[in-house]
């Protein structure tokens, strides 16, 4: 039996540590008989990406990642389904990581090819912007996170009401942006907005509406100091 045959099989049989050492010894196999953009490389190192990733093994994830990446740029024709996935699979593994300029920049590539290339329904598109925007505001790029909300709002259409679960987390990220860079009306207006969306889908009760009526809070709270600094000044 070939060796990635086996490595599936072990695969299938959940048998992990099998799975990424018969990976190893195919992936060295291959390198030898195969040139370096062949096919069956890549998906040899895309296996091995996959397995280290699960392992929490990110820095070996993503060194399998990049080969694949570099399989499939040198492509003469482009499959931007598999190039949507390994980056934003990069990105993920970089942020697990903490390296979040790295995995901001390989986001931002999946998202771009998401728009451009791909045909997504609205709601996995505004899923992946709202991904983009989290990592945007976890990285401190505050204005970027709220640029990158809106277009994920605008993806949904006029009517938020129809994924009120994805709505609801956009702007809750968009108020958190703004609450950072000081524009507090809008910072309210969004909360108020997640608020509604989030009864709507979970109802009343729920830890998540909790956080957000303390976000809420703070913002209030934030405001009546600096109102206090202006009519004390």
Known sequence: ???????????DEKKWEEVISTFLDAAKIREKRLPKTHIDLEETYLE?????FDYRDYRQSIFYFQKVLQIEESLPTLNYDTL?????????????????????SYCKKAAEIRQKHLTL????????????ANYEYTLGSYSSSIETA??????????????????????AILG?????TSQYEKAVESFNKSIELEIKQFGATNHILAAKYEA????????????????CG
């Open 84 to 104: 949507y996935t390994i980056n934003d699979s990069l990105g993920r593994a970089y942020f697990n990581l903490q390296e979040y300029k790295e995995g901001i």
């Open 121 to 132: 329904d609205k709601s996995r598109l505004a899923d992946a912007l709202l991904s983009l």
């Open 176 to 180: 958190s942006g703004y609450k950072e």
């Open 48 to 52: 091995l990406a996959s397995c280290f």
């Open 1 to 11: 039996m070939e060796l990635h045959t086996l490595g599936l099989k072990f695969k």
């Open 150 to 171: 809106k277009e994920g709002l605008n993806a949904l259409g006029t009517d938020p009401s129809e994924n009120p679960g994805i709505s609801s987390a956009l702007y």
């Open 216 to 231: 809420l809070a703070d913002i209030y709270l934030d405001m009546t100091i600096l109102i206090t600094i202006w009519e």
